[in-house]
């Protein structure tokens, strides 16, 4: 079965360290992988996208992602986390040859302590 | 431009009333989806549209039907709301290329009692 696998429910991380928010995925094929984040009460917002070529992905807020094929990972990193980054990321997959339908993961909390 | 826009922002149904939801873009997108997002579940796609005239189920259908109205609108409507579609609802629109984003809506917090 195709999954999304985000295995912290929240990260804590104090304001300028570097933060990381993991992602594993099981799909057939290449994916497409994304990461969305989404503030209190307001919808998604797309981050940052990995289709293919560099597996580094650099994306919106200073955030960047790392696919790693033969791990199955796309982790979210950002290399100085602000107060401001406090939100709930989910990691998806869109499955390569399917239609345009993501697989999200559960959530991972980010809460940055100034 | 509005993006994705959803009415209404939160509803009280009792079980067995019904209601529709309603979703509008302005991107031009062919495709729109339904999710719903429960605590520790991530989003589960309810039903998508692929383009203007066709609706395909989800990972869980049961319990709604839609209607893609035109181009821009996407409906989702609950004939007979239980307690277990206590759920917040976003709609998407994305292109029609499997490689293109999807932009969300705001949601919609519907509780049933």
């Known amino acids: 079965a195709q999954s999304v696998a985000q295995p912290e429910d929240q990260v804590n991380v104090a304001e300028g360290n570097p933060l990381t928010v993991k992602c594993t995925y099981s799909?057939?094929?290449?994916?497409?992988l994304f990461w969305y984040v989404q503030y209190p009460n307001r919808g998604l917002q797309f981050l940052l996208k990995y289709i293919t070529g560099d597996n580094l992905v650099k994306g919106s807020y200073g955030f960047e992602a790392e696919f790693n094929k033969s791990q199955t990972s796309f982790h979210l990193k950002k290399p100085s986390a602000l107060v401001s980054d406090s939100a709930l990321y989910f990691c998806?997959?869109?499955?390569?040859?399917?239609?345009?339908?993501?697989?999200f993961g559960a959530g991972t909390r980010l809460a940055v302590h100034p | 431009n509005a993006g994705v826009t959803q009415t209404p922002k939160f509803q009280v149904l009792k079980t067995g009333q019904s209601m529709t939801l309603q979703c509008a873009q302005d991107?031009?997108?062919?495709?729109m989806y339904w999710y719903r997002q429960d605590p520790g579940m991530g989003l589960r796609l309810i039903y998508y549209s692929a383009s203007e005239g066709t609706t395909d189920k989800g990972e869980v259908p049961n319990g709604y039907n839609v209607s893609r109205l035109n181009k821009r609108e996407f409906s989702l409507r609950l004939e007979s709301a239980a307690p277990s579609q206590t759920s917040v609802y976003f709609c998407a629109s994305g292109g029609q290329s499997s490689l293109e984003t999807q932009y969300f809506g705001p949601g919609t917090r519907l509780l049933v009692l």
């Open positions: 998806a997959v869109r499955p390569s040859g399917g239609y345009n339908k993501l697989i």
């Open positions: 991107m031009n997108h062919n495709s």
């Open positions: 799909v057939s094929g290449n994916p497409y």
